[in-house]
């Protein structure tokens, strides 16, 4: 059994960090394709494929790829090559972005230019427009949902911070009457630590405020806009106003940091009470250039590496004390695109 847990969080990590599926030219999902603008598959068309009790979303392609998804459904196999690599996949709807949780991106276009974020780059089409009324709308209608377990709010800066966190605390204090019980997360981006008792005061349960690497030479060539520092000072006050085990923030792992980096990034954070994200980067054709103006040719992350981050990962939290298994809402609870420690392995 135990062994059987093992082959399939390395698969998990395999598939975490290959190219996208392919599809049959006709192939016809059971449930609406995801079109993300946020996280690692914004931009392109995905699907969530569930195994066991793993999910990973993955980007599909008709092209030929390594992997291919076959079969008519409601049971797929997904091959590798000529080779049977999982015999028994289903796809799993998303509610919004994300399977069992409505995850909202605000607003994509952003006066920060960090290298490996796609958000700016996505044709308006794809922003979607939301205005908060109407985010609210959209979730007053998918509150009837039987598999809706959350909501979480996210958005690019397109004017400056306090107007963005203005923006994601209406929705939420909206969301929060019309939804008294659903635990509601947000990832925004401050610049006063005010916002984040504005956020807590409007309801939001847990928060998410991102490192990103915890390099900081490859921080300044990535987010050299944004500040460190001040990034890791929001963070110790959100714990102090979410709560230990409430805050969450994403090391990017594959940017040519080593691996001692990443687990002090992990150890700095869980000192503070904020449980990381190890979200492995994926370069696509929106952000490739970037990145590789930024920091060169990278070294493909690989799966043994990705696992072995998670062990530590979940080594260290167990010496802090801390779990992912507080955190209901955004990526620890979806966890589609990291291996989750405590939840994966
Ligand atoms: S602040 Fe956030 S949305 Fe803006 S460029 Fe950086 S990662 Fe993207
Ligand atoms: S893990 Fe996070 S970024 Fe990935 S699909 Fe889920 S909510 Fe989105």
């Known amino acids: 059994m135990e062994e059987d847990r093992e082959l399939i969080v390395r698969k998990k990590a395999i ?25 690692p598959g914004a931009g392109s068309t995905s699907l969530v494929l569930s195994f066991g009790r793993f999910r990973v979303k993955k980007a599909i392609t008709t092209e030929p790829s390594e992997f ?26 998303t509610i919004a972005h994300a399977p069992e949780q ?6 994509t276009q952003c006066i920060y230019h960090c290298r490996f974020c796609t958000s700016p780059a ?3 089409k794809l922003t979607k427009g939301l205005d908060p009324d109407k985010v609210v709308a959209m979730v007053r209608g998918l509150s009837q949902r039987e598999d ?20 994601l ?49 490859i921080f300044q060539k990535v987010c050299g806009e944004l500040d460190l520092d001040h990034i ?43 449980i990381a994200t190890l979200r492995p980067l994926r370069l696509n054709d929106l952000n490739r250039r970037p990145m590789t103006e930024a920091l060169g ?19 260290i939290l167990e010496s802090y004390g801390l779990t992912s298994l507080t955190l209901h809402t955004m990526c620890h609870e979806c966890g589609c695109c990291d291996i989750v420690p405590f939840r994966d392995l």
């Open 15 to 39: 598939l975490l960090t290959s190219g996208p599926v392919q599809v049959p030219p006709r192939f016809r999902s059971p449930f609406p394709l995801s079109r993300s603008t946020a996280g």
């Open 68 to 93: 291919r998804l076959v079969g008519d459904g409601p049971t797929y196999s997904l091959m590798r090559g000529e080779e049977m690599f999982l015999e028994d996949v289903s796809i799993q709807p």
């Open 102 to 107: 409505a995850f909202f991106n605000l607003d």
């Open 122 to 124: 996505l044709e308006r």
């Open 148 to 167: 809706l377990r959350a909501v979480a709010f996210t958005a690019a800066v397109v004017k400056d911070p306090q107007s963005t966190v203005d923006k």
């Open 169 to 217: 605390a209406y929705v939420i204090s909206r969301v929060r009457e019309l939804l008294p019980d659903i635990p509601i997360g947000v990832e925004p981006y401050i610049d006063t630590l005010e916002q984040i008792d504005q956020l807590k005061k409007a309801g939001a349960d847990e928060i998410k405020l991102n490192i990103e690497t915890f390099d900081r030479e």
């Open 232 to 274: 890791l000072e929001a963070i110790t006050y959100a714990v102090e106003v979410f709560g230990r085990g409430k805050v969450t923030s994403n090391i990017i792992v594959g940017m040519g940091e080593t691996d001692a980096n990443v687990l002090q990034g992990v150890e700095e954070l869980a000192r503070r009470g904020c």
């Open 297 to 315: 040719t990278l070294e493909e992350l690989t799966p043994d590496r990705l696992l072995r981050l998670a062990r530590e990962h979940r080594r």
